[in-house]
């Protein structure tokens, strides 16, 4: 399985942004699915996680009142609403797929290429 990451730009603080993750190949069988990011500099960190069906969603702190984690299986489609965005948000947002829902990176074992989010102030 491959998965794409799409979505990212250049936004003003304040705005919003959505990211999507679809992925292709072999995406038979049930798996969570995660949003991370790396802004320049730092390491990488979680952001959000849901699993197969959406009912178990997890999100960092730092965004759990702005940003919301979906998804859409019969499209093969993850996404990631983002919205009033500051420039503390710029940053790679990668995408990848886990067995079961965690914020642990290590438990993901396919990742996308990331899609870099950029907030000026």
Not at 37 to 52: C, H, L, M, N
Not at 55 to 73: G, H
């Amino acid at each position: 399985v491959q998965l794409q990451a799409s979505g990212g730009g250049l936004v003003q603080a304040g705005d919003s942004l959505r990211l999507s993750c679809t992925a292709s190949g072999r995406t038979s069988g049930s798996y969570a699915m995660g949003w991370f990011r790396q802004a320049p500099g730092k390491e990488r960190e979680f952001v959000a996680a849901i699993s197969w069906h959406g009912e178990d969603t997890y999100l960092a702190d730092f965004v759990k009142d702005r940003f919301t984690i979906s998804r859409d299986n019969a499209k093969n489609t993850m996404y990631l609403q983002m919205t009033s965005l500051t420039p503390e948000d710029t940053a790679v947002y990668y995408c990848a797929r886990a067995p079961y829902t965690t914020r642990e990176s290590g438990k993901y074992d396919v990742w996308g290429q990331g899609t870099l989010v950029t907030v000026s102030s």
